[in-house]
């Protein structure tokens, strides 16, 4: 079955960086999109960023736009989120999640399956 591991969360400083990473395995990896969301402590999940099957087409928030990239490995089947000049508004539990089709959406409605979350804490 379907099955997506995040890792790479901790604790940092504002402005610095973390990559985080989603494994994906169970399925046909380079077939569908995968997203980003995160969801803050009293708030509701949002969308961060997701990119498509073949790694050609991205789509951001405007909120993280400029300061986060992603990208993706078909070969080794791993998605990454490099997050720069990171705010405490960023702090949140981020999840990934594999798309219902090729290209990219940031809605989670697109978005079936989940990973466990990995937490990120921006905080001086």
């Known amino acids: 079955q379907v099955q997506l591991v995040e890792s790479g969360g901790g604790l940092v400083q504002p402005g610095g960086s973390l990559r985080l990473s989603c494994a994906a395995s169970?399925?046909?990896?380079?077939?569908?999109?995968i997203g980003w969301f995160r969801q803050a402590p009293g708030k509701e999940r949002e969308g961060v960023s997701c990119?498509?099957?073949?790694?050609?087409?991205?789509d951001y928030s405007d909120s993280v736009k400029g300061r986060f990239t992603i990208s993706r490995d078909n070969a080794k089947k791993v998605v990454y989120l490099q997050m720069n000049f990171l705010k405490p508004e960023d702090t949140a539990v981020y999840y990934c999640?594999?798309?219902?089709?090729?290209?990219?959406?940031?809605?989670?409605?697109?978005?079936?399956?989940w990973g466990q979350g990995t937490q990120v804490t921006v905080s001086s």
């Open positions: 999640a594999s798309g219902m089709r090729r290209y990219c959406v940031l809605q989670q409605t697109n978005f079936p399956s």
């Open positions: 169970g399925f046909t990896f380079d077939s569908y999109a």
């Open positions: 990119i498509s099957g073949s790694g050609a087409n991205t």
